[in-house]
């Protein structure tokens, strides 16, 4: 079937979510990381980009966030960069655990690999995977240059975050050290935790966070700065890391109510992928017990539903002015 849409009914949409859920106070910010715990919990913004580069944005969309899980897809994009394919499946693996992302016990009922780049674990080993092996300052330098070829500029470490989390990662340092146990991290696990505290720690806009997802809706192709920054034939397997465990063990009812493959954060960020058509973000910091934001999820689920847009209904979607 074919499905067109405006730019203009895209912007009312966005706008009428906006509205709709910029009062909501369900929900709460993050405290056992102290930095996230003192944000402003009114902060909220969306951002949809186009993939002739042209943005749709409303609130809050230039505040840099705590990118936090987020971050975790980035770094799965580098990993495939860097390896392909079949050695991110076989070093880390694609399942959803069904478990919290923070979970131990994932890693001890599936002690042959970590399950997937997109929760803590395959996210620690992802790190440990960065090339060069056994040089922090250069494996650094390549997870923040993906990350701003991904968003067409660059992000900034927010110090404060950094400390904050790295006073209280105790769960991942265990999840460090488990995974070297079994053999499934790469490199060393203190450096390898500390590059995964870091990445969690830059700081991302909404506006960045939709031409990420935009880029990957793209194949690869940011469509900001025209860079190809990945292999298109890699686009699916990303989606579909995104679309199985992007929300943890509330997946599948966000799929389900949505239709969206996106990625959240404790942060309060959701990127969103809807391949051939758009990437879409939200932020705003109050987040319920799975660790997604309330309002995020409800405007991006608005705007989807809206539209009648979903990547199960196999629809081609044409957007004019």
């Known amino acids: 079937m074919e499905r067109n849409l405006t730019f203009v009914s895209i912007q009312e949409a966005v706008q009428e979510a906006y509205n709709l ?3 909501n106070t369900d929900g709460k910010n993050a405290d056992y990381i102290p930095y996230l715990a003192q944000i402003d919990s009114r902060l909220f913004g969306i951002s949809v980009c186009l993939l002739d ?3 749709i944005e409303a609130g809050d969309t230039q505040y840099a966030f705590g990118i936090e899980s987020v971050s975790k897809v980035h770094t799965a994009i580098l990993a495939l960069r860097q390896y392909g394919a079949e050695k991110l499946l076989s070093m880390i693996g694609a399942d959803a655990t069904g478990l919290p992302f923070n979970s131990i016990i994932a890693i001890l009922l599936e002690n042959d690999h970590p399950s997937t780049p997109l929760v803590n674990a395959g996210a620690i080993a992802a790190c440990s995977m960065v090339k060069p092996i056994g040089d922090a300052r250069a494996k650094w330098e390549a ?11 660059a992000p900034v470490l927010i110090d404060e975050l950094y400390r904050s989390e790295s006073a209280t990662n105790f769960n991942n340092r265990s999840i460090a050290w488990l995974l070297k146990n079994y053999g499934r991290i790469y490199d060393d696990p203190d450096m390898s935790l500390d590059l995964y505290t870091r ?11 939709a031409i990420c997802g935009a880029t990957i809706a793209n194949k690869g192709l940011n469509p900001v700065t025209q860079q190809n920054v990945f292999d298109g034939a890699f686009a699916p397997q990303i989606t579909s890391l995104i679309a199985t465990v992007g929300f943890y063990e509330h997946t599948g009812d966000w799929l389900y109510t949505s239709g969206l493959p996106a990625k959240s954060g404790v942060g309060g960020g959701i990127m969103g992928v809807l391949p ?9 910091p109050p987040i319920d017990e799975a660790g997604n934001s309330v309002k995020a999820q409800l405007a991006v689920k608005h705007i989807m539903n809206r539209l009648g847009l979903s990547v199960f209904s196999g629809d081609r979607v044409t957007i004019t002015d």
């Open 21 to 23: 859920y910029k009062e």
């Open 53 to 55: 580069g042209r943005s």
């Open 143 to 153: 997870i923040v240059d993906n990350l701003t070829q991904l968003s067409g500029s």
């Open 199 to 209: 990445q969690c720690s830059l700081g991302i806009t909404a506006h960045q966070l």
């Open 276 to 284: 051939g058509v758009m990437g879409i973000a939200a932020f705003a």
